[in-house]
C-alpha cells in the first residue's frame, strides 16, 4: 500500500523527488527544500494520502558530509494505515541552514520544530515562537550537533546581551494580550 | 480546628447564649438564599447582597501574570507554566519543559546498543519495562531478525509489557484522585500497584528501573512461581482497582472536576500528534497494538476502550477499562505461554551464558567483544513503533555500521500530549490545571528526555 504513496509522490512531483527507496519495510523519500511544504500539504490533503498525523520531526548531523543536516518528519494516516518518512537535506552554512515551518499542517510542528531548533541548530522559517525549549535560554550552541563535546559544561549564567527566559515569556503573554485587546 | 470551634461555640453557647455575631451572620444568609416573602419566579438580591455586588463592581480587575511550577506538586516538579489570569479564569499560558533535560540522545550516541537499555529505562519511569521492549523492536528491526525472537520471549515481553501499562495508568489515575484530594483512593491504587511491582521483581530483580529486555530476547526466564502468583495478585488488584472506582465515581466533587473540563477535540488531537489514552478518549480507535499488531498481539482477544468527549472524565474511563483488558491480555498470555528458550540462538547478537564466559576462552572472548564493542548492526535506519502506557512510542535509530548507534531518537508520546496543554487550559479555571495536567500523564523523564 504505501508504495503508492512513493509513486504518486514521483507522478505529482516529478524533480522535487530527489530520492526514494526502502529499507526495513519503511518508505523514505527525500524531497527539495523548495517544494517542501506543497509536498507536505499534498500528503496531509489528499483523500488517498489522508497523512493526518505528524508523528514525529527530527535532524540528524552527518559532520564532514555536504549537506550536513537532514531534517526527517514520519508521516502516520489513521484512516489509510500507511507510514511514509520524508527527508530534506539543510547546508551547515548559517545562512542556509533553514527549512520552511510546517506549523501550518499540524500542531505537532510547533514543538517538534523547536526542540529541532534548539538542539541542532537547523532555523524553521516562519514558525511563530522559535524559542528554545529543553535547554535554557542562556545556554549557547547546540548540544546534538556531532561537533560539541559530550562531556562540555556550561554552567548556568545569565548573559547581558541574551534574553532571559522570564523576559521571553512575559513579552509573549503581553504580546498576546495587546493583540486580543486592541482587536 | 474543626473541634475546636465545636468546642468553644458549645462552652459560650452554654455560658452567655448564642453568639450575637454569629447569628446575625446566619441571618443574612437565610436571607440571602431563602429571601422571606419570596414571589415564584423572582430572583431577586438581598439588600446585603446587593451592597456586596455593587463594591464588588469597584474592585480592581487588572490581569495577573503568575507562576506555576516547576517546583510545584501539582506540576509533578518538571513543567513549569506561566499564566496570565484574570481572576480565576486562565487567559493565555506558556508552558515550559526542559527541566529534567539530561541529554538521552547524546548518551545513546556514545554508548553500545546494550548499554542503552538503563537509559531507556528512565524515559517514561512509571512503565520501564515498554520502554524496554520498543527500544529492543528497533534494534531488531535494525538487524532483520524481528521473526527469530523465539516466542516464549515475546509472550514474557507482552506479559510483562502489560503489567507495567496496568502500573503507568493506576499511576496516573490515582495520582490525579490525590491531587483532587481524594487521598484514600491514592493508597489503594498505590497498593494494587505494588502488588504488580512485586511481579516485576520477581521477573527483573528490579521494582522500577528493570532493563530486563535484551536484544534477540529477554535476560532470563520467569519464576518458577511466576503464573500462579500473577493469577492472584491479578484478582487482588481487580478487587483493589474495583475498590478506588466505588469511592469516587459517585462522587459529586470528583465529578464535577472531571466532566467537560479539558476538553479536545478529535481533530485538534490528531493534528497534535496525540496518541494512546488521550487520543481515544477522543474516539479516535488508534492503538499499536491493533493497528500493526507487534510481537504477540494478534494473539489475543482484547478490545480497545474509547469514550467521547475528550475530557477529563473521558480520560480516567479509558485508562480504567484499558487496566482491565491489559489483565484479561495477562492472563490470555498465561495460558498460552509455549516452553522454550528465551533469548535469540546467535552468538554475534546474545551474550553468551555466564557459565561459558567463566569457563572457556571463547565464551570469555566473546563476552570481552561485546561488552567492549557491542554488538554490529549494519549501516541503515529504521523507525519502529509501539504502544507505551502514553502512546505511541517510537525510536528512530540510525546506524553506521558500529557498535553504537549514530543517531537514537526516542519519540516521546508525553510531549506531544503535553504539547497541547495551552490549549486545553487557556479558557479554564486556574484550578482546573491541576486534574487536566494529571490527565493527560505528563512524564517528565520522557518528555524532557
Same mark, same amino acid.
Given at each position: 500500500?504505501?508504495?503508492?504513496?512513493?509513486?504518486?509522490?514521483?507522478?505529482?512531483?516529478?524533480?522535487?523527488?530527489?530520492?526514494?527507496?526502502?529499507?526495513?519495510?519503511?518508505?523514505?523519500?527525500?524531497?527539495?527544500?523548495?517544494?517542501?511544504?506543497?509536498?507536505?500539504?499534498?500528503?496531509?490533503?489528499?483523500?488517498?494520502?489522508?497523512?493526518?498525523?505528524?508523528?514525529?520531526?527530527?535532524?540528524?548531523?552527518?559532520?564532514?558530509?555536504?549537506?550536513?543536516?537532514?531534517?526527517?518528519?514520519?508521516?502516520?494516516?489513521? /484512516?489509510?494505515?500507511?507510514?511514509?518518512?520524508?527527508?530534506?537535506?539543510?547546508?551547515?552554512?548559517?545562512?542556509?541552514? &533553514?527549512?520552511?515551518?510546517?506549523?501550518?499542517?499540524?500542531?505537532?510542528?510547533? &514543538?517538534?520544530?523547536?526542540?529541532? &531548533?534548539?538542539?541542532?541548530?537547523?532555523?524553521?522559517?516562519?514558525?511563530?515562537?522559535?524559542?528554545?525549549?529543553?535547554?535554557?535560554?542562556?545556554?549557547?550552541?547546540?548540544?546534538? #550537533?556531532?561537533?560539541?563535546?559530550?562531556?562540555?559544561?556550561?554552567?548556568?549564567?545569565?548573559?547581558?546581551?541574551?534574553?532571559?527566559?522570564?523576559?521571553?515569556?512575559?513579552?509573549?503573554?503581553?504580546?498576546?494580550?495587546?493583540?486580543?485587546?486592541?482587536? | 480546628?474543626?473541634?475546636?470551634?465545636?468546642?468553644?461555640?458549645?462552652?459560650?453557647?452554654?455560658?452567655?447564649?448564642?453568639?450575637?455575631?454569629?447569628?446575625?451572620?446566619?441571618?443574612?444568609?437565610?436571607?440571602?438564599?431563602?429571601?422571606?416573602? !419570596?414571589?415564584?419566579?423572582?430572583?431577586?438580591?438581598?439588600?446585603?447582597? $446587593?451592597?456586596?455586588?455593587?463594591?464588588?463592581?469597584?474592585?480592581?480587575?487588572?490581569?495577573?501574570?503568575?507562576?506555576?511550577?516547576?517546583?510545584?506538586?501539582?506540576?509533578?516538579?518538571?513543567?513549569?507554566?506561566?499564566?496570565?489570569?484574570?481572576? $480565576?479564569?486562565?487567559?493565555?499560558?506558556?508552558?515550559?519543559?526542559?527541566?529534567?533535560?539530561?541529554?538521552?540522545?547524546?548518551?545513546?550516541?556514545?554508548?553500545?546498543?546494550?548499554?542503552?537499555?538503563?537509559?531507556?529505562?528512565?524515559?517514561?519511569?512509571?512503565?520501564?519495562?515498554?520502554?524496554?521492549?520498543?527500544?529492543?523492536?528497533?534494534?531488531?528491526?535494525?538487524?532483520?531478525?524481528?521473526?527469530?525472537?523465539?516466542? +516464549?520471549?515475546?509472550?514474557? +515481553?507482552?506479559?510483562?509489557?502489560?503489567?507495567?501499562?496496568?502500573?503507568?495508568?493506576?499511576?496516573?489515575?490515582?495520582?490525579?484522585?490525590?491531587?483532587?484530594?481524594?487521598?484514600?483512593?491514592?493508597?489503594?491504587?498505590?497498593?494494587?500497584?505494588?502488588?504488580? &511491582?512485586?511481579?516485576?521483581?520477581?521477573?527483573?530483580?528490579? !521494582?522500577?528501573?528493570?532493563? =530486563?529486555?535484551?536484544?534477540?530476547?529477554?535476560?532470563?526466564?520467569?519464576?518458577?512461581?511466576?503464573?500462579?502468583?500473577? #493469577?492472584?495478585?491479578?484478582?487482588?488488584?481487580?478487587?483493589?482497582?474495583?475498590? /478506588?472506582?466505588?469511592?469516587?465515581?459517585?462522587?459529586?466533587?470528583?465529578?464535577?472536576?472531571?466532566?467537560?473540563?479539558?476538553?479536545?477535540?478529535?481533530?485538534?488531537?490528531?493534528? =497534535?500528534?496525540?496518541?494512546?489514552?488521550?487520543?481515544?478518549?477522543?474516539?479516535?480507535?488508534?492503538?499499536?497494538?491493533?493497528?500493526?499488531?507487534?510481537?504477540?498481539?494478534?494473539?489475543?482477544?482484547?478490545?480497545?476502550?474509547?469514550?467521547?468527549?475528550?475530557?477529563?472524565?473521558?480520560?480516567?474511563?479509558? !485508562?480504567?477499562?484499558?487496566?482491565?483488558?491489559?489483565?484479561?491480555?495477562?492472563?490470555?498470555?498465561?495460558?498460552?505461554?509455549?516452553?522454550?528458550?528465551?533469548?535469540?540462538?546467535?552468538?554475534?547478537?546474545?551474550?553468551?551464558?555466564?557459565?561459558?564466559?567463566?569457563?572457556?576462552?571463547?565464551?570469555?572472548?566473546?563476552?570481552?567483544?561485546?561488552?567492549?564493542?557491542?554488538?554490529?548492526?549494519?549501516?541503515?535506519?529504521?523507525?519502529?513503533?509501539?504502544?507505551?502506557?502514553?502512546?505511541?512510542?517510537?525510536?528512530?535509530?540510525?546506524?553506521?555500521?558500529?557498535?553504537?548507534?549514530?543517531?537514537?531518537?526516542?519519540?516521546?508520546?508525553?510531549?506531544?500530549?503535553?504539547?497541547?496543554?495551552?490549549?486545553?487550559?487557556?479558557?479554564?479555571?486556574?484550578?482546573?490545571?491541576?486534574?487536566?495536567?494529571?490527565?493527560?500523564?505528563?512524564?517528565?523523564?520522557?518528555?524532557?528526555?
Amino acid at each position: 500500500m504505501a508504495e503508492s504513496v512513493l509513486t504518486a509522490l514521483h507522478e505529482r512531483f516529478g524533480d522535487a523527488i530527489l530520492e526514494t527507496g526502502t529499507y526495513v519495510g519503511d518508505e523514505i523519500a527525500v524531497v527539495a527544500r523548495e517544494r517542501l511544504v506543497d509536498v507536505l500539504t499534498f500528503l496531509r490533503d489528499d483523500p488517498d494520502m489522508a497523512f493526518a498525523m505528524l508523528t514525529d520531526l527530527t535532524v540528524v548531523d552527518y559532520l564532514h558530509q555536504v549537506p550536513r543536516f537532514e531534517v526527517v518528519y514520519q508521516l502516520y494516516s489513521l /484512516t489509510k494505515k500507511h507510514r511514509v518518512r520524508l527527508k530534506v537535506h539543510v547546508d551547515e552554512a548559517p545562512e542556509q541552514c &533553514w527549512v520552511p515551518t510546517a506549523t501550518g499542517l499540524w500542531h505537532a510542528a510547533n &514543538w517538534a520544530e523547536r526542540e529541532a &531548533w534548539d538542539l541542532y541548530g537547523v532555523r524553521f522559517e516562519g514558525h511563530p515562537d522559535m524559542r528554545r525549549i529543553l535547554m535554557y535560554d542562556e545556554f549557547v550552541g547546540h548540544p546534538l #550537533r556531532k561537533d560539541y563535546p559530550q562531556n562540555a559544561r556550561q554552567p548556568l549564567l545569565r548573559r547581558p546581551d541574551a534574553p532571559t527566559t522570564d523576559d521571553q515569556t512575559t513579552r509573549l503573554l503581553e504580546d498576546s494580550h495587546d493583540r486580543r485587546t486592541s482587536g | 480546628m474543626v473541634a475546636t470551634f465545636k468546642k468553644d461555640a458549645a462552652v459560650s453557647g452554654h455560658k452567655d447564649g448564642p453568639v450575637s455575631g454569629a447569628r446575625e451572620v446566619a441571618q443574612s444568609l437565610a436571607e440571602t438564599f431563602e429571601p422571606s416573602g !419570596r414571589q415564584a419566579g423572582e430572583n431577586r438580591l438581598s439588600p446585603s447582597m $446587593e451592597a456586596f455586588a455593587e463594591q464588588a463592581k469597584r474592585l480592581p480587575t487588572d490581569e495577573v501574570i503568575i507562576n506555576m511550577g516547576p517546583s510545584h506538586p501539582a506540576m509533578h516538579g518538571t513543567v513549569r507554566v506561566v499564566l496570565r489570569i484574570d481572576g $480565576e479564569t486562565i487567559k493565555d499560558a506558556d508552558v515550559q519543559i526542559g527541566y529534567l533535560h539530561r541529554g538521552f540522545e547524546k548518551e545513546c550516541e556514545n554508548a553500545t546498543y546494550g548499554q542503552i537499555f538503563p537509559y531507556v529505562d528512565r524515559l517514561n519511569y512509571v512503565s520501564p519495562m515498554l520502554n524496554n521492549v520498543g527500544y529492543a523492536m528497533a534494534v531488531e528491526k535494525l538487524l532483520g531478525i524481528t521473526e527469530r525472537i523465539p516466542e +516464549r520471549a515475546e509472550y514474557i +515481553r507482552v506479559i510483562a509489557g502489560e503489567l507495567a501499562r496496568v502500573c503507568d495508568h493506576l499511576t496516573c489515575v490515582v495520582a490525579g484522585l490525590a491531587e483532587l484530594g481524594g487521598f484514600t483512593a491514592f493508597f489503594y491504587g498505590v497498593r494494587a500497584r505494588e502488588h504488580f &511491582w512485586e511481579l516485576l521483581e520477581d521477573i527483573s530483580g528490579a !521494582r522500577m528501573t528493570h532493563s =530486563y529486555c535484551r536484544i534477540g530476547g529477554v535476560a532470563w526466564d520467569l519464576t518458577e512461581d511466576f503464573i500462579p502468583k500473577c #493469577r492472584e495478585k491479578i484478582a487482588k488488584v481487580r478487587k483493589l482497582i474495583d475498590d /478506588t472506582r466505588s469511592l469516587v465515581e459517585r462522587n459529586r466533587i470528583f465529578l464535577d472536576r472531571m466532566e467537560g473540563v479539558g476538553a479536545l477535540s478529535a481533530e485538534d488531537a490528531v493534528s =497534535y500528534g496525540i496518541t494512546g489514552p488521550v487520543l481515544r478518549a477522543t474516539g479516535v480507535d488508534y492503538d499499536v497494538r491493533k493497528d500493526k499488531p507487534y510481537s504477540v498481539y494478534d494473539h489475543f482477544d482484547f478490545a480497545i476502550p474509547i469514550a467521547d468527549g475528550g475530557d477529563n472524565l473521558a480520560r480516567y474511563l479509558v !485508562r480504567i477499562e484499558e487496566m482491565e483488558q491489559s489483565m484479561q491480555i495477562i492472563e490470555q498470555a498465561m495460558v498460552q505461554i509455549p516452553p522454550g528458550a528465551v533469548i535469540i540462538d546467535d552468538p554475534a547478537i546474545a551474550l553468551p551464558a555466564k557459565r561459558e564466559v567463566y569457563n572457556s576462552i571463547e565464551g570469555m572472548i566473546a563476552h570481552f567483544k561485546h561488552i567492549m564493542d557491542g554488538l554490529r548492526v549494519p549501516p541503515g535506519e529504521a523507525y519502529s513503533f509501539t504502544e507505551a502506557g502514553n502512546g505511541e512510542l517510537g525510536f528512530y535509530i540510525v546506524s553506521d555500521g558500529t557498535g553504537r548507534p549514530f543517531k537514537c531518537r526516542c519519540r516521546p508520546p508525553s510531549f506531544y500530549t503535553t504539547a497541547a496543554l495551552r490549549q486545553l487550559i487557556v479558557g479554564a479555571n486556574l484550578a482546573d490545571v491541576v486534574p487536566i495536567f494529571g490527565g493527560i500523564n505528563m512524564i517528565g523523564g520522557e518528555c524532557d528526555r
